[in-house]
């Protein structure tokens, strides 16, 4: 059973700095997609950035780009996202999850999710 726990999230100012950080266990994750998506009230979930559990590709969303780094510590069963020049429309729950496909770029080959965690940020 997959299991993803994230942490990290809370208020920050704009122009601030959060690093999500999930724990992944269960299984090995070996050619998993591993992803961050986020959820802001009255809209859809959105896939921000995605990566293979083996492999150095990564896919982050023009929304994000330039300003957020997914990254993985495959030692320590992690997925992080790195979050830099926070704006108030980032606000929103972040979840991570996991995908048996390793299509890291498509929100619907996504099958495991966290719990979420709230990521608010004040102006």
């Known amino acids: 059973q997959v299991q993803l726990v994230e942490s990290g999230g809370g208020l920050v100012q704009a122009g601030g700095s959060l690093r999500l950080s999930c724990a992944a266990s269960g299984r090995t994750f070996g050619s998993y997609a591993m992803g961050w998506f986020r959820q802001a009230p009255g809209k859809e979930r959105e896939l921000i950035a995605g990566?293979?559990?083996?492999?150095?590709?990564?896919y982050h969303a023009d929304s994000v780009k330039g300003r957020f780094t997914i990254s993985r510590d495959n030692a320590k069963n992690t997925l992080y996202l790195q979050m830099n020049s926070l704006k108030p429309e980032d606000t929103a729950v972040y979840y991570c999850?996991?995908?048996?496909?390793?299509?890291?770029?498509?929100?619907?080959?996504?099958?495991?999710w966290g719990q979420g965690t709230q990521v608010t940020v004040s102006s």
């Open positions: 999850a996991a995908g048996t496909s390793g299509i890291y770029w498509r929100l619907e080959e996504y099958d495991y």
């Open positions: 990566i293979r559990w083996i492999g150095t590709s990564k």
